[in-house]
């Protein structure tokens, strides 16, 4: 978390309306602010929505948003823009970014995210691989049917809702299943390019992999899909004459967009610029598509190859949130908005339709329903990229912020809790408690803030004093949860040099019934975990564990991340199409580690028995009949 010194006036990065002048250098007053890095709250009023039984617990409201400097974003037009300065966010955290291992989100998780996606306001959602599985192909349907028919914002923005497939037909047809329902679909389809990855990948000429691209592309055109993106995968390390011929026989067949990935993170900036330049200059028929960038972050480059890419004529970029996806993850959607929000005018003058006061809600939820954390020292979103621990920079901010920071705080959504506001402890009262939350964000129904006030005097009982982040790691632990088949009820462990480790749990089931089980182990987390098993019995690995504090101190909460790998192999690989056991992640909070480590592993198990239970529910359908829509 960032310093309070922050606290000071400085001024927040240009504009990103192109009909504006530039921002003087100089300090004026008109563009002061007093801010300081505080975590703009309310992210599960998005969870409430897309999971009934969140919705019935809690349900958070974000602070008010304030409105994006961009103008009115052009038209959406499938294989053209008419402004020239507008940039397309594509993003794709649902589908590359789930390919991160432990990063498994259920629908349900998927559809909230999906939602504060289109609140963000990228323009395209790949929500998935619809032909990995039945349960990815229905929470693909479902964003459909929700996200890609609901207006959002003052100007009634709907994003596209993309859907990924091989240049197969029957990947075609699940993508196009899943996504015919919203206002504005769009298939993305993708074949290998490169040398290496049609010689020992497809085992095909490149005669038959044009042949391939031009016969998928036009099927799916003929489905009815007006909007279809093409990719010639390991486009970074394909032959340039080939490149050119390949897309020019797709935009014959029906491409809008031509997407150059950089599949391998392969290529160096000016490579990758110029790949672009000459893809625009000798391919013909160009003028009739979009192009797009797909940057990979095998060498750390995904960001600057992305904005080397659209400054060279892209203007369509695909991204994911804090950057997660396969391998070293994909170019961020916040370090690739933010540089062309604040570098505008080296940059041609591009400007996206992202409203950047969504960044921090968007981060923080990916977040915490992937399981991945980004690392403090994370440009943009990470907890200390607003933080100054150094004297000569703590010296300079507090006599003018523009010194040492380059974009404000309050542009990405990080707000300033009250400095002067009300400290918790033991002796707090439900008014105070519940004011705090509505300081925070949070608005707690009053059946529920009992229960929370119950779970809050519980630690105020062994802290002095209970901070914003302890009242954040509580609540986090209950919004972001997945449906809840098993819970805990009670855990109690022994340990130290006298003796086995031996722990107790105590879980109720979804039928209602409390088991009990005890375990011996070599720690009291194995034991505990132990236990578990014997009552849940899910065969499962243990593949990641991992804790931090909340907060400095002995007294500190506890965060626990744990990833499992299940017996679940319904699913297919979107690069290589082989079926894999998927991972699952948890996450718990508590002031006794022993309690954190158990309620991350039953919600890991419990996402494990919620995929497991949705693939059972796609499975009982008969042959032919599809999920009843909205329509």
Excluded at 300 to 326: K, P, S, Y
Excluded at 493 to 512: E, R
Aim: glycine share 8%.
């Amino acid at each position: 978390m960032a310093s309070a010194l922050l606290s000071s006036a400085k001024p927040s990065c240009a504009s990103a309306n192109p009909t504006s002048a530039p921002r003087p250098h100089a300090p004026t007053l008109s563009c002061f602010r007093a801010v300081a890095p505080r975590l703009s709250r309310g992210l599960a009023a998005a969870a409430a929505a897309a999971n009934p039984s969140v919705s019935r617990r809690c349900r958070a409201l974000a602070r008010p948003v304030r409105a994006s400097l961009a103008p009115r974003r052009p038209e959406y037009v499938p294989s053209r823009i008419d402004d020239p300065n507008y940039v397309r966010i594509f993003d794709t955290t649902l589908r590359d970014g789930e390919q991160s291992p432990g990063a498994t989100m259920t629908s349900a998780e998927k559809l909230v995210i999906a939602r504060q996606l289109a609140r963000l306001g990228v323009d395209i959602i790949e929500a998935g691989f619809p032909a990995s599985s039945p349960d990815d192909l229905d929470a693909v349907r479902s964003i459909a049917i929700e996200v890609g028919n609901t207006p959002v914002g003052e100007d009634g923005h709907v994003p596209v809702i993309c859907g990924l497939s091989r240049c197969n037909k029957r990947d075609i047809d699940a993508a196009w299943e899943a996504v015919r329902h919203a206002r504005r679909p769009r298939i993305h389809t993708f074949i290998a390019t490169s040398e290496i990855h049609m010689q020992h990948k497809l085992r095909k000429t490149p005669e038959q992999v044009v042949a391939i691209a031009r016969e998928m592309v036009a099927y799916a055109r003929s489905l009815g899909c007006t909007d279809v993106e093409f990719s010639p995968e390991d486009a970074g390390r394909s032959n340039r004459e080939f490149l050119y011929h390949i897309l020019e026989e797709v935009i014959k067949a029906g491409a809008t967009t031509l997407n150059i990935p950089d599949t391998v993170g392969y290529t160096l900036p000016y490579e990758f610029g110029k790949l672009i330049a000459d893809i625009k200059a000798n391919t013909p028929g160009i003028e009739n598509a979009i192009i797009s960038t797909h940057c990979q972050n095998d060498l750390g480059l995904a960001t600057a190859n992305t904005l080397a890419g659209a400054h060279a004529g892209a203007r369509q970029l695909e991204v994911t949130v804090n950057g997660i996806g396969e391998r070293a993850g994909n170019a961020s959607l916040e370090e690739v908005v933010m540089a062309i929000k604040c570098r505008r005018e080296l940059l041609g003058g591009l400007y996206t339709g992202i409203n950047s006061q969504h960044i921090t809600m968007s981060s923080k939820m990916v977040q915490e329903h992937s399981g991945l954390h980004v690392q403090p020292h994370k440009a943009i979103v990470g907890a200390n990229a607003f933080a100054h621990e150094s004297g000569i920079h703590q010296d300079g901010m507090l006599k003018y912020k523009g010194t040492y920071e380059i974009i404000s705080p309050d542009d990405i959504g990080l707000t300033r809790a009250n400095e002067f506001g009300i400290v918790l402890g033991k002796l707090s009262g439900r008014h105070a408690v519940r004011s705090k939350l509505v300081e925070l964000g949070y608005e707690i129904t009053d059946k529920e803030f009992e229960d929370f006030f119950k779970r809050y005097k519980e630690v105020a009982e062994k802290k002095k004093r209970v901070t914003d982040e302890d009242i954040e790691a509580l609540l986090s632990d209950e919004i972001f949860q997945p449906k809840v088949f098993w819970s805990l009820v009670d855990v109690q462990a022994t340990c130290g040099t006298l003796g086995l480790s031996t722990a107790t749990v105590k879980l109720i089931g979804p039928d209602g019934e409390e088991k009990i089980a005890c375990s011996v182990g070599t720690g009291p987390v194995d034991a505990a975990y132990k236990a578990v098993d014997e009552i849940i019995q899910i065969p499962t690995v243990l593949r990641e564990y991992g804790m931090t504090s909340v907060t400095e101190g002995i007294d500190a909460i506890a965060t626990t991340r744990v990833v499992v790998t299940g017996d679940v192999n319904d699913s297919k690989h979107a690069l290589t199409g082989h079926s894999f056991n998927r991972a699952f992640s948890g996450s718990g909070a508590a002031m006794d580690i022993v309690v954190s480590s158990v309620r991350a592993y039953l919600s890991a198990l419990n996402k494990i028995s919620s995929f497991v239970g949705a693939i059972k529910a796609s499975s009982e359908i008969p042959e032919g009949k599809s999920v009843q829509t909205a329509e």
